[in-house]
Protein backbone atom coordinates (compact mmCIF):
# COMPACT_ATOMS: atom_id res chain seq x y z
CA UNK A 1 0.00 0.00 0.00
CA UNK A 2 1.24 3.60 -0.72
CA UNK A 3 2.58 5.89 1.66
CA UNK A 4 -0.44 8.35 1.23
CA UNK A 5 -2.80 5.76 1.67
CA UNK A 6 -0.90 4.30 5.23
CA UNK A 7 -0.97 8.02 5.97
CA UNK A 8 -4.55 8.52 5.52
CA UNK A 9 -5.86 4.51 6.88
CA UNK A 10 -3.80 5.82 10.07
CA UNK A 11 -5.66 9.13 10.75
CA UNK A 12 -8.70 6.89 10.03
CA UNK A 13 -7.87 4.47 12.90
CA UNK A 14 -7.12 6.85 15.31
CA UNK A 15 -10.15 8.77 14.30
CA UNK A 16 -12.15 5.34 15.38
CA UNK A 17 -9.83 4.13 18.05
CA UNK A 18 -10.90 7.48 19.88
CA UNK A 19 -14.50 6.62 19.07
CA UNK A 20 -13.95 3.33 20.77
CA UNK A 21 -12.35 4.63 23.55
CA UNK A 22 -14.64 6.77 24.55
CA UNK A 23 -17.68 5.42 23.53
CA UNK A 24 -17.03 1.84 24.55
CA UNK A 25 -18.46 1.06 21.04
CA UNK A 26 -17.04 -2.07 19.76
CA UNK A 27 -15.15 -2.97 15.98
CA UNK A 28 -18.46 -3.31 14.32
CA UNK A 29 -20.50 -0.36 15.37
CA UNK A 30 -17.40 2.00 15.52
CA UNK A 31 -17.07 0.66 11.45
CA UNK A 32 -20.48 1.62 10.80
CA UNK A 33 -20.77 5.04 12.21
CA UNK A 34 -17.22 6.10 10.29
CA UNK A 35 -18.85 8.86 7.89
CA UNK A 36 -16.13 8.40 4.67
CA UNK A 37 -18.30 10.82 2.62
CA UNK A 38 -17.49 13.34 5.81
CA UNK A 39 -13.91 12.09 6.01
CA UNK A 40 -13.61 12.95 1.72
CA UNK A 41 -15.94 16.38 2.49
CA UNK A 42 -13.32 17.16 5.11
CA UNK A 43 -10.18 16.07 2.90
CA UNK A 44 -11.20 18.01 -0.20
CA UNK A 45 -12.01 21.07 1.59
CA UNK A 46 -8.37 20.85 3.58
CA UNK A 47 -6.80 20.93 0.07
CA UNK A 48 -9.09 22.83 -2.09
CA UNK A 49 -9.58 26.46 -3.11
CA UNK A 50 -13.40 27.62 -2.24
CA UNK A 51 -15.70 26.99 -5.25
CA UNK A 52 -16.19 30.56 -6.10
CA UNK A 53 -12.67 30.89 -7.07
CA UNK A 54 -13.08 27.71 -9.26
CA UNK A 55 -14.04 28.31 -13.19
CA UNK A 56 -16.16 26.50 -14.96
CA UNK A 57 -13.59 24.21 -16.50
CA UNK A 58 -12.26 22.70 -13.00
CA UNK A 59 -15.66 21.39 -12.44
CA UNK A 60 -14.76 17.94 -14.65
CA UNK A 61 -11.86 17.65 -13.20
CA UNK A 62 -13.00 18.07 -9.61
CA UNK A 63 -15.09 14.78 -10.60
CA UNK A 64 -12.03 12.69 -11.56
CA UNK A 65 -10.11 14.02 -8.57
CA UNK A 66 -13.19 12.98 -6.46
CA UNK A 67 -13.26 9.53 -8.14
CA UNK A 68 -9.33 9.14 -7.67
CA UNK A 69 -9.53 10.42 -4.09
CA UNK A 70 -12.80 7.84 -2.94
CA UNK A 71 -10.90 5.18 -4.51
CA UNK A 72 -7.87 6.23 -2.05
CA UNK A 73 -9.94 6.76 0.81
CA UNK A 74 -11.78 3.57 0.56
CA UNK A 75 -9.03 1.52 0.22
CA UNK A 76 -7.75 3.71 3.26
CA UNK A 77 -10.82 2.77 4.96
CA UNK A 78 -9.73 -1.05 4.44
CA UNK A 79 -6.31 -1.09 5.92
CA UNK A 80 -7.73 1.49 8.69
CA UNK A 81 -10.33 -1.50 9.90
CA UNK A 82 -7.87 -3.95 9.69
CA UNK A 83 -5.01 -2.08 12.06
CA UNK A 84 -8.35 -0.91 14.50
CA UNK A 85 -8.99 -4.95 14.42
CA UNK A 86 -5.50 -5.38 15.22
CA UNK A 87 -4.86 -2.93 18.22
CA UNK A 88 -8.21 -3.82 19.49
CA UNK A 89 -7.49 -7.45 19.82
CA UNK A 90 -3.95 -7.19 20.81
CA UNK A 91 -4.74 -4.17 23.21
CA UNK A 92 -4.02 -5.79 26.64
CA UNK A 93 -0.54 -6.47 25.31
CA UNK A 94 -0.27 -3.20 24.01
CA UNK A 95 -1.08 -1.31 26.75
CA UNK A 96 1.13 -3.17 29.17
CA UNK A 97 4.15 -1.84 27.12
CA UNK A 98 2.55 1.52 27.33
CA UNK A 99 2.20 1.07 31.02
CA UNK A 100 5.50 -0.06 31.40
CA UNK A 101 7.17 2.84 29.38
CA UNK A 102 5.04 5.83 30.62
CA UNK A 103 7.03 7.44 34.15
CA UNK A 104 4.75 8.82 36.05
CA UNK A 105 1.41 8.61 33.48
CA UNK A 106 -1.42 6.37 33.97
CA UNK A 107 -3.18 4.87 30.76
CA UNK A 108 -6.37 6.53 31.72
CA UNK A 109 -5.12 9.60 32.26
CA UNK A 110 -3.51 10.41 29.40
CA UNK A 111 -4.67 12.46 27.20
CA UNK A 112 -7.00 9.70 24.97
CA UNK A 113 -6.13 11.16 21.57
CA UNK A 114 -2.55 10.23 23.00
CA UNK A 115 -3.35 7.05 24.47
CA UNK A 116 -5.03 5.59 20.83
CA UNK A 117 -2.33 7.34 18.85
CA UNK A 118 0.29 5.30 21.27
CA UNK A 119 -1.83 2.15 20.75
CA UNK A 120 -2.02 2.19 16.93
CA UNK A 121 1.51 3.02 16.86
CA UNK A 122 2.62 0.10 19.46
CA UNK A 123 0.94 -2.29 17.34
CA UNK A 124 1.92 -1.84 14.21
CA UNK A 125 5.41 -1.63 15.56
CA UNK A 126 4.63 -5.28 16.81
CA UNK A 127 2.77 -6.57 14.30
CA UNK A 128 3.05 -5.14 11.11
CA UNK A 129 6.80 -5.68 10.63
CA UNK A 130 7.19 -4.46 6.76
CA UNK A 131 7.12 -0.93 7.78
CA UNK A 132 10.18 0.21 9.50
CA UNK A 133 9.91 0.97 13.20
CA UNK A 134 11.03 4.53 12.88
CA UNK A 135 8.83 5.08 10.41
CA UNK A 136 5.62 4.06 12.81
CA UNK A 137 7.09 6.62 15.18
CA UNK A 138 7.57 9.51 12.94
CA UNK A 139 3.78 8.85 11.80
CA UNK A 140 2.73 8.68 14.97
CA UNK A 141 4.52 11.99 16.22
CA UNK A 142 2.82 13.93 12.94
CA UNK A 143 -0.81 11.60 14.19
CA UNK A 144 -0.27 13.73 17.68
CA UNK A 145 0.57 17.06 16.25
CA UNK A 146 -2.89 16.82 13.76
CA UNK A 147 -5.04 15.59 16.25
CA UNK A 148 -3.48 15.90 19.61
CA UNK A 149 -2.20 18.91 22.15
CA UNK A 150 0.91 21.14 21.74
CA UNK A 151 2.89 18.86 23.95
CA UNK A 152 1.89 15.49 22.27
CA UNK A 153 4.37 15.33 19.60
CA UNK A 154 6.65 15.13 22.41
CA UNK A 155 5.09 13.17 24.81
CA UNK A 156 4.10 10.58 22.04
CA UNK A 157 7.57 10.85 20.46
CA UNK A 158 9.50 10.20 24.07
CA UNK A 159 7.39 7.11 24.74
CA UNK A 160 7.56 5.47 22.11
CA UNK A 161 11.54 6.41 21.54
CA UNK A 162 11.54 4.83 25.01
CA UNK A 163 10.08 1.65 24.27
CA UNK A 164 12.19 1.10 20.93
CA UNK A 165 15.30 1.85 23.16
CA UNK A 166 13.70 -1.05 26.02
CA UNK A 167 11.83 -3.50 23.58
CA UNK A 168 13.21 -5.57 20.21
CA UNK A 169 10.31 -5.09 17.76
CA UNK A 170 10.07 -7.58 14.81
CA UNK A 171 11.19 -6.08 11.47
CA UNK A 172 13.55 -3.54 10.45
CA UNK A 173 14.13 0.10 12.70
CA UNK A 174 14.89 1.90 9.09
Do not use: C
Not at 4 to 19: F, P, S, W
Not at 54 to 73: L, M
Not at 82 to 98: Q, Y
Not at 144 to 171: C, I, M, W, Y
Request: glycine residues 6%; proline residues 3%; charged residues 30%.
Amino acid sequence: MAAGKRRTAREMAVQMLYQGDLGGSAAPQIFASFDLSEYLAQEAAREKRPRAARAAADVEADRADYARRKHRVDEAFEYAQALVIGTLEHREEIDGLIRGQADNWRLERMPAVDRNILRLAVYEMLFETDIPKLVVVDEAIELAKKFGSEQSGRFVNGLLDGLLKQHTFPGSLT
